[in-house]
């Protein structure tokens, strides 16, 4: 209805602009001539006024779907690792860049390293929870469950610096009975890193590693995580010193099944 009476105004002040200067041009003064000129000055003036106005609220119009378009794109990029020790090279450095929180999911069955370059990638990985849940404005929480002596010799060595900010909470569980379990983390709650999850069931050549920050996604594993880390027997809370006994007891039955 708008656009419609604008139409109606527009065209009839072109038309009457065009009518007033052609009489004028003629010699048919039925106004005088310095009204006319101002009149046919005003027309051009209201008409061109109205075009720039339309052309400009719709390239505002597309400047906002442009970028609106390529936010949501940002967000929903899923970013595919080519490998492992690309994958673990790339939440090391991300780790590094958190802000405040990194919820981290160490589960499941242990993987070996394949390569030299994977093993150096883990020991980057390593460092870099040391270094960021030693600042002070970083909850880093994680939970395990142990599979082997190499994960649990891992969770000691971080909990042997009795790090405040760092968490550790775990499942008891018979690995050789349970389904591959998805490790992932999450920093910031911005971002998820989608990493191993094959187990043993299958080769880890070729195995999907990603990561994402588009929000639902995320919400949706930080929810997750929660409900995990809500479940978890502690093993050591933030500004708490490690329960040995637990660590004692764990050992226990690692060698109890070797």
Do not use: C
Request: net charge negative; glycine share 6%; proline share 3%.
């Amino acid at each position: 209805m708008k656009e419609k009476a604008e139409q109606i105004i527009l065209g009839f002040t072109a038309v009457f602009s065009i009518l007033v200067s052609v009489l004028d041009l003629f010699g048919l003064d039925l106004l005088p001539s310095g009204i006319v000129f101002s009149l046919t000055l005003l027309g051009v003036g209201l008409i061109t006024g109205y075009l720039v106005f339309e052309r400009r609220s719709k390239l505002d119009k597309i400047e906002r779907i442009v970028i609106e378009g390529f936010n949501n794109l940002s967000v929903g990029h899923v970013k595919v690792f080519a490998d492992l020790q690309e994958y673990t090279e790339y939440i090391s450095l991300r780790i590094k860049e958190a802000k405040k929180s990194v919820d981290d999911l160490s589960w499941g069955y242990y993987i070996s390293f394949r390569t030299e370059g994977e093993k150096q990638a883990f020991a980057k990985y390593v460092q870099a929870i040391l270094e960021t849940a030693s600042r002070k404005e970083i909850r880093y929480r994680e939970v395990m469950t142990f599979p082997s002596k190499e994960r649990l010799k891992r969770a000691e060595e971080i909990l042997s610096k009795n790090i405040y900010g760092y968490q550790l909470r775990y499942y008891e569980i018979e690995h050789q009975s349970v389904p591959p379990l998805l490790q992932f983390m999450i920093i910031d709650s911005e971002e998820v890193f989608l990493g191993v999850h094959r187990g043993k069931t299958l080769p880890a050549e070729g195995e999907p590693l990603i990561a994402t920050r588009h929000p639902d996604i995320v919400h949706y594993f930080q929810d997750y995580y929660d409900a995990i880390w809500q479940g978890a027997a502690i093993i050591k809370d933030a500004g708490k010193q490690a329960d040995n006994q637990m660590l004692a007891r764990i050992r226990q039955h690692l060698l109890a099944n070797e």
